[in-house]
Each structure stands twice: as C-alpha cells, then as structure tokens.
C-alpha cells in the first residue's frame, strides 16, 4: 500500500504547531478564556493552517485570504452548517488579527473574510403550563425524601428561576448561594461573574436539599460543591441534563429539551409578563443585547400564532 493510500494523519508543520501553541497560551495568560474555548479556537486554527499547509504555505506570513477562503468553501461543500462555518470563521478572524498585532504576520490576511450570516432559529420553549406541570413531577418525586430526588427538585427550580447555564450551575458552591437575599453568584462565560436572584419555590427547594438532601450524600471529597451526585462527587452537566429530559417525559406535549431549553423559557416567560429586555440580558449574562432579542422573537411568534387562531380576520 502506498503511503498516500494510508489513512494516516499528514504530520504538522513546525510552524504550524509553534503557531497554534503560541495563540493557545495568549488566550489563556492574556485573555483568560475557559479550556473549553482555547480547545476550540486552537483546533479551528489548527485545522486552518493545515489546510494552508496543504495548500503550498510554508510560513504564517504564505497563508493567503484566497487560500482562507478555499478553506471555508471546503467545510461548506462538506456540509458544516452555517453557524459551524461562522465560529471557525471568527476563530480564524481572531488569530490572524493577533499575529499581526504581535508581528508574526505584516498584513492580516483574514481581514476581509467574511463570514456567512448565522440562521436565528427561534429555541424551543416549555409553556408556562408545561413548566407548572414538570415542576410539580419533581416535588411529588421529592416527597419519598430520597436525596437524590430533592437534588432534582432544586436543580429543577433553580434552572428555570434564574435562567443559568448548566455549566453555570453545576460550577456553584454552597457559599455562592444568598439565602437571605435569594441571589446567587454565578461565574459565567470569560469568567465573567454576576449576581442572579431567585424566587421564593427555589429557595424552598435547595432548603430542602441542603437541610436534608446534601448532608446523606456528603463524603470527605465533596468538597464545596453545591449539588452532589450519589456517591457524593460534584454533578456534571451530563446528570443534569439527564434529570431535565427524565422529568420531562412526564409532562404530555412538553418538548423534549435539556437545561438549555429551561434557559430559554425563563426568559421567554419573563419577557411575555413584561421584563425588561436589558434585565433579561444582565440575568442571562449575555454580553450583547442582539443575543437576548432572540426572545423576543419567541414571544411575537407566540402572539402571531394565537392572533391568527383567534381573530375572526386575521
């Protein structure tokens, strides 16, 4: 078998790797990302420069924005979808702007690539029904007092009452919660840190689990976690999104969405009783107010929809 036959990955240029490694410790000395987003960014990088490589480059200072744009072209004729096209374009936005800022690169070859416009696909949302009804499942489960079951309860509340993310929630330690203030301190995306209140039902419901629940399952490394698996660990968004779909298949009609979706019917909800667009958005964390309206749409779906079952005209 010849070796071009081989199913073998091509070895990465030296420069490439020196590239990429470079980017990767900038984004997390300087700029302080999450291991998660310099995995991300640094494998878009990556996978980019390997095409240019591929392609005839020799150096940072070869990669070319035809050549850029070969390689978005590549990803869509493979069928990556728009919002995939648009990350690993800003990925590579991003990096090329940083070489040239720091002189790896006298001109910015990714200075004119566009980036095709994300589709806005309005989320699935629980109803108001709907999240009376799964809420009510997981306080009947809570009354055999089984610690895990009130852990569900809480976890349950506090998702749909703040609208945090399930990273967000199951980075949280005990002391993060205000019981007398009913907020809780979450550290959000960029480590960004910010105050969330919550409502009297789920403080209710992590008093039950922290007076009752979290002291059965507590072992000597639990450490400070605020919601703890059976054994006693740290949760992870996995059994948190097991719990979400799980008490969800209770209610009839309720669509099957995770934790991210009960962040998307708390702020449709809050927005459809008359909140605030910039209070939504400082309670989601989002960083631009154009994230948020996304909700809005929601909402005036909603509306459209039950004006035209309703209107005799519409």
Not at 92 to 103: E, H, L, M, S, Y
Not at 126 to 154: K, W, Y
Not at 185 to 207: C, N, T
Request: hydrophobic share 40%.
């Amino acid at each position: 078998m010849s070796a071009a036959s081989t199913s073998e990955p091509a070895p990465t240029p030296a420069w490439v790797g020196e590239a990429v490694d470079a980017y990767a410790a900038h984004l997390l000395r300087e700029r302080d990302r999450s291991e998660h987003t310099i995995r991300a960014y640094a494998g878009d990088v990556r996978a980019c420069l390997m095409w240019c490589a591929h392609d005839g480059s020799d150096a940072l200072a070869d990669v070319t924005l035809a050549q850029l744009r070969s390689w978005l072209g590549s990803l869509a004729s493979g069928g990556a979808a728009r919002a995939t096209l648009s990350r690993r374009s800003a990925a590579v936005r991003t990096f090329f702007a940083w070489t040239t800022r720091t002189g790896r690169t006298a001109t910015d070859p990714a200075l004119r690539l566009a980036s095709p416009k994300r589709q806005r696909t309005l989320p699935d949302v629980v109803s108001r029904d709907g999240m009376s009804a799964v809420l009510d499942v997981a306080a009947v489960a809570a009354d055999d007092e089984d610690p895990i079951h009130l852990r569900n309860r809480a976890v349950l509340e506090l998702l749909y009452a703040s609208g945090i993310r399930v990273s967000e929630l199951t980075g949280l330690d005990v002391d993060d919660l205000d019981r007398g203030r009913r907020v809780v301190r979450v550290l959000g995306k960029g480590r960004k840190e910010r105050v969330v209140p919550y409502g009297a039902p789920a403080d209710e419901a992590l008093g039950e689990w922290l007076e009752r629940g979290r002291p059965r399952v507590v072992v000597e490394g639990s450490g400070p976690a605020l919601f703890l698996g059976r054994r006693g660990r740290r949760v992870d968004p996995r059994q948190v999104r097991e719990v979400v779909h799980s008490l969800l298949a209770h209610v009839p009609d309720a669509p099957d969405v995770g934790p991210h979706g009960l962040r998307h019917s708390a702020a449709t909800h809050l927005l459809e009783g008359g909140a605030d667009l910039r209070m939504v958005q400082e309670l989601l964390g989002h960083s631009s107010l154009a994230t948020t309206q996304i909700y809005t749409h929601v909402s005036l779906d909603r509306l459209r929809r039950s004006y035209e079952q309703a209107h005799p005209r519409a």
